[in-house]
């Protein structure tokens, strides 16, 4: 079970202005539409999201949503201040860690992004923390 960091999200309220900020201020560019991950619209979790970066690591700017766990009917909300997202190679693994540390995660399966099975946990402060996997697309 091993652990990458794959991106920053960032929440806002004027994402096109963030965008703008990333671009300019920091030098981001675009991130390689392949390594782009494929939102799920029909759940209509996400509005517009931006995503940049600096060749390694993404950083996903997006609409900040504090009614999103309502409708998501998950506890952890990811798009109410935003998260720092892991990538693993064996999802299931991790979450057994979690479990026998008594951690509590919002398993959010494949529901806001196609093809990637993603949990979400709060650190000790608040902080949303995001590991997923990438799985094959049903």
């Known amino acids: 079970m091993k652990l990458k960091l794959h991106h920053i999200n960032l929440c806002s309220t004027n994402v096109r202005g963030m965008d703008r900020f990333y671009r300019e201020v ?3 560019e675009d991130e390689d539409p392949a390594e782009l991950p494929p939102l799920n619209h029909e759940k209509g979790l996400v509005g517009d999201v931006s995503f940049v970066t600096d060749g390694i690591i993404q950083m ?3 609409p900040r949503d504090i009614l999103n766990s309502f409708r998501s009917g998950q506890v952890v909300n990811p798009l109410e201040r935003g998260h720092i997202a892991y990538r693993t190679d064996d999802i299931s693994a991790f979450m057994a860690h979690l479990d026998a540390l008594g951690v509590p995660y919002s398993d959010w399966g494949s529901n806001a992004v196609k093809g990637w099975h993603q ?8 902080n949303v923390i995001e590991v997923h996997q990438v799985v094959a697309v049903n």
């Open 26 to 28: 920091l030098t981001l």
């Open 60 to 62: 996903h700017l997006t």
């Open 119 to 126: 949990i979400f946990f709060y650190d000790p402060d608040g």
